[in-house]
């Protein structure tokens, strides 16, 4: 073992009359332990909060949309065909999106109306998982004459209809007549009710078959465009590149962040935000880290001449009070490491910690560890830690052991 280290653990060690730089010794640990625990468990929450919201905001939208610079267009299932040529392209399917107007017994909303394949849009999101009292299937027949319609459940709540119930639709594009355009209305039966966890979604979204919504707007065989799913979300914009480069103008895909751009953004501001923040408690250790190093400078004065006449260099004076130091700080670091971990555990797998679910739509905390944040994390406290030795270990190797002997 180098002298320097071996000196470095024998002063944390301290002496009975030292207790008291024992005592702030300890206080440093515990302050590195406590910001990486507290960066850890946060940084875990906000990341399974942010898996939810996205699981959520990906099973109702696609990862990726085709559309055309035209409007609706006829050629969707060759747009498709060649989609599905592209590396990382999954699954398409075609759709149809309308702003309408839904009425029952008086209640009146606005809505969007969608149009979709059943047999399809299954495999690009999730959207008959989120069907409740009824199927996705229900949209391809007549039901007591009328075809079928899936309404949010936030919707029927406003308009107080529930599955088996009635609504009427109208579209404001209207259908030109000889006395010139009038607004188309439908009735439809409602066959199934669409709860997807958001209540943006949950409160505006109609559901109907491909051809029926086609049917309804006056399309004929046109489409609003394609959905489609990919291999790595995370990829979806260089895919998109990849699409609109295989089929051509008129065609152009968005994927799902410039979809969401606003949420995406203040959720990784956020996230870098809290960061900020709870660094701030592993500083307050690394300030503790500094009063400990300048107290056993202190104490250690003649020491440090001593070692300096026996001709320890200044190099080596350094590296013992900064070796001092950075132990604390790695103590600390991986103390914080396992508590956090451990808390993280506990919370995904016993959940003590409830919400309420008509306001967050999910009744307990989500956690989520990236070990990119735990490495991130560690170096941080690490490197602070590291930062906080160098004034007090640069302070003592410049002591000059003539004038530190002299009144000994």
């Avoid at 399974?48 to 990862?63: A, P």
């Avoid at 880290?289 to 320890?312: P, Q």
Wanted: net charge neutral.
């Amino acid at each position: 073992m180098l002298f320097e280290t071996f000196l470095a653990t024998r002063y944390l060690k301290a002496k009975r009359k030292q207790a008291f730089i024992s005592v702030i010794t300890v206080i440093s640990v515990a302050g590195v332990m406590v910001g990486v625990m507290a960066l850890i468990v946060v940084l875990s929450v906000m990341n399974g909060f942010r898996e939810d919201l996205m699981s959520k905001i990906l099973g109702v939208n696609s990862h990726l949309l085709i559309l055309s610079y035209e409007g609706s267009f006829k050629e969707y299932a060759e747009a498709a065909g060649g989609a599905g040529t592209v590396e990382g392209v999954v699954a398409t399917t075609p759709f149809i999106y309308s702003q309408v107007m839904v009425n029952s017994e008086g209640s009146v909303s606005g809505a969007v109306l969608r149009g979709l394949d059943t047999s399809t849009a299954p495999g690009v999101g999730r959207i008959g998982q989120m069907i409740k009292g009824g199927a996705l299937r229900s949209l391809d027949a007549e039901h007591d004459g009328l075809p079928a319609i899936i309404l949010g459940s936030e919707l029927s709540k406003q308009l107080g209809v529930k599955t088996g119930d009635t609504v009427t639709v109208v579209s404001p594009l209207g259908k030109l007549t000889p006395l010139g355009r009038v607004p188309q209305s439908r009735k439809f039966k409602v066959t199934g009710l669409f709860d997807s966890g958001m209540y943006e979604y949950d409160a505006t979204m109609l559901y109907v078959s491909l051809k029926e919504a086609q049917d309804f707007l006056g399309m004929e065989d046109r489409v609003t465009g394609i959905e489609v799913r990919v291999t790595d979300v995370y990829k979806a914009d260089s895919i998109g590149q990849a699409v609109s480069k295989r089929l051509g103008y008129p065609y152009w895909a968005k994927d799902w962040q410039q979809m969401n751009r606003s949420l995406v953004s203040a959720m990784k501001l956020e996230k870098f935000t809290m960061f900020v923040i709870l660094i701030m408690i592993v500083l307050v250790g690394a300030l503790n880290i500094i009063s400990t190093l300048v107290m056993v400078v202190m104490e250690k004065t003649r020491d440090v001449a001593i070692l300096r006449a026996m001709g320890a260099t200044e190099k080596s004076i350094m590296s013992i009070f900064i070796l001092q130091g950075l132990l604390v700080g790695v103590i600390g670091t991986l103390a914080g490491l396992l508590s956090g971990l451990g808390l993280c555990q506990l919370l995904a797998k016993y959940k003590f910690i409830s919400l309420p679910a008509d306001v967050y739509y999910i009744s307990t905390l989500p956690v989520r560890v990236e070990m990119l944040d735990v490495v991130f994390v560690t170096l941080a406290a690490v490197l602070i830690s590291f930062l906080a030795t160098l004034y007090p270990s640069w302070h003592a190797s410049r002591l000059n052991p003539v004038e530190a002997l002299r009144y000994e």
